[in-house]
């Protein structure tokens, strides 16, 4: 069954520390491979997206992930978090035309100012 | 441009009751989808619609049902609300690339 995991499910860091969150699909096929983006009490927001091409992709407020196609995995990345950073990080994939998104479980992430 | 909204945005049924979520959507998308969160779950496929008219099964449906009769709005309905079903449920919808979706505010829905 297609599936996308993520392994980290609550990560603290303090201002200005690297951040890495892991993602892994397994599914095979065309891979199409989304971050979203939760503030608290806001909607989903797109971050970032793998279609196809360089597979390292840049998003929105300085955020970039690394698609490593041997390794089924889709990490997140951002050289210096902020506060304002805080949220919860959903790596998502599809494949097909059906436009069906499976997403992972879910990462909070809490940055300390 | 409003984007994706959702009406209400904070509901509480008894075990029983029905309702009814409205998604409505102003960018001429062809697909709409439905989804709940729940801590730890990520987000769960319920229906989905890839166009007027139509609607399929996603992950979860079982206890939801949805019409998709105008292509801007698309309504997910619960005929016997259970306390399984207390969640935050979210809409989207998206255009010529299915897979990028745009999220509505969210519904919280709490069953008792």
């Known amino acids: 069954a297609q599936s996308v995991s993520q392994h980290n499910h609550h990560v603290i860091l303090s201002e200005a520390a690297s951040l890495e969150l892991g993602c892994n699909y397994s599914?095979?096929?065309?891979?199409?491979l989304f971050w979203y983006v939760q503030y608290p009490g806001q909607h989903l927001q797109l971050l970032l997206k793998y279609f196809s091409g360089d597979p390292l992709v840049k998003g929105i407020k300085g955020f970039e992930a690394e698609f490593i196609k041997s390794k089924f995995s889709f990490n997140l990345r951002k050289p210096s978090v902020q506060w304002s950073d805080t949220a919860e990080y959903f790596c998502a994939g599809g494949s097909g035309n059906t436009g069906k998104l499976i997403f992972g479980q879910g990462t909070t992430l809490q940055v300390k100012p | 441009n409003a984007g994706v909204t959702q009406t209400p945005k904070f509901r509480v049924l008894k075990t029983g009751q029905s309702m009814t979520l409205l998604c409505a959507q102003d960018?001429?998308?062809?697909?709409m989808y439905w989804y709940r969160q729940d801590p730890g779950m990520g987000l769960r496929l319920i229906h989905y619609?890839?166009?007027?008219?139509?609607?399929a099964k996603g992950e979860v449906p079982d206890g939801y049902n949805v019409s998709r009769l105008k292509k801007q709005n698309f309504l997910l309905g619960l005929e016997s609300a259970a306390p399984s079903q207390t969640s935050v449920y979210f809409c989207a919808s998206s255009y010529s690339r299915p897979y990028e979706q745009y999220f509505g505010p969210g519904t919280r829905l709490t069953v008792t």
């Open positions: 619609s890839v166009g007027e008219g139509t609607t």
């Open positions: 599914y095979g096929g065309t891979v199409n």
């Open positions: 960018m001429n998308h062809e697909y």
